[in-house]
């Protein structure tokens, strides 16, 4: 059973316009979240992370949100630029001996048209 | 030169064969981990290293074995490939203080014919 799931596969947005990108979680010990971003033959990479005892964490245009108690976060990228086009993975961490052990999701394909 | 190194980025093999994945870094971090993915679905961990003497199984690591040869090195093998390995394999590292925070190769492209 997917403990971290992304339902949407893809997502396509205008240049400039908002993008909003989710993720469920069902284990409630998970306690740090993250998302990375990923080229084509390329290698994921780190894009923005926040703890569970957050609900925001800004990072100039990216911004991740945590609700705790519908165990939902969200990725907002405002302004999108086409640059932005990737796919996005959610991932989330158990704490303790099991950090750095990440749980992904399926990840969601972002398409920002110019 | 690449942060985190994997070689070879594409291999093609047969049922059965032996094959080794390689992955050499420059961060200076002490963990290590492989990951598969496959078409539709997410970064599965195969297997993890917190430094050199410490290995660890993964969400699925049947089929698989691991060596960490030194800090920097770590390398991943198929005693005898199947098709179901088919996959993009991973290489990542992460240091103690920000153990989340993972650096990814460019990934090994592997297809078992």
């Known amino acids: 059973d997917q403990q971290v799931k992304q339902n949407s596969p893809s997502l396509s947005v205008q240049e400039g316009r908002i993008s909003i990108l989710n993720c469920d979680y069902t284990?409630?010990?998970?306690?740090?979240f993250l998302w990375y971003k990923k080229y084509p033959a390329e290698g994921p990479t780190f894009l923005i992370s926040?703890?569970?005892?957050?609900d925001k964490n800004e990072d100039g245009r990216f911004t991740v949100f945590l609700n705790k108690s519908a165990k939902h976060l969200s990725l907002h990228i405002v302004p999108s630029q086409p640059g932005d086009s990737a796919v996005y993975f959610c991932?989330?961490?158990?704490?303790?001996?099991?950090?750095?052990?990440?749980?992904f999701g399926k990840g969601t394909k972002l398409s920002v048209k110019p | 030169d690449a942060d985190v190194t994997q070689t070879p980025r594409n291999r093609i093999t047969k049922t059965g064969k032996r094959i080794m994945l390689e992955c050499s870094q420059t961060?200076?971090?002490?963990?290590m981990y492989w990951y598969r993915q496959d078409p539709g679905l997410g970064l599965r961990l195969i297997y993890y290293?917190?430094?050199?003497?410490?290995?660890n199984k993964g969400e699925i690591s049947d089929g698989y074995s691991v060596s960490r040869q030194a800090q920097a090195k770590f390398s991943l093998s198929l005693e005898s490939a199947i098709p179901n390995q088919t996959a993009l394999y991973f290489c990542?590292?992460?240091?103690?203080?920000?153990?989340?925070?993972?650096?990814f190769g460019a990934g090994s492209r592997l297809t078992v014919l």
């Open positions: 926040i703890s569970s005892i957050k």
């Open positions: 290293s917190f430094d050199v003497k410490d290995i």
């Open positions: 990542a590292t992460s240091r103690r203080g920000s153990p989340n925070v993972l650096t």
């Open positions: 991932a989330a961490s158990g704490g303790g001996g099991s950090q750095g052990n990440l749980i």
């Open positions: 284990n409630s010990m998970f306690d740090y």
């Open positions: 961060k200076g971090h002490d963990r």
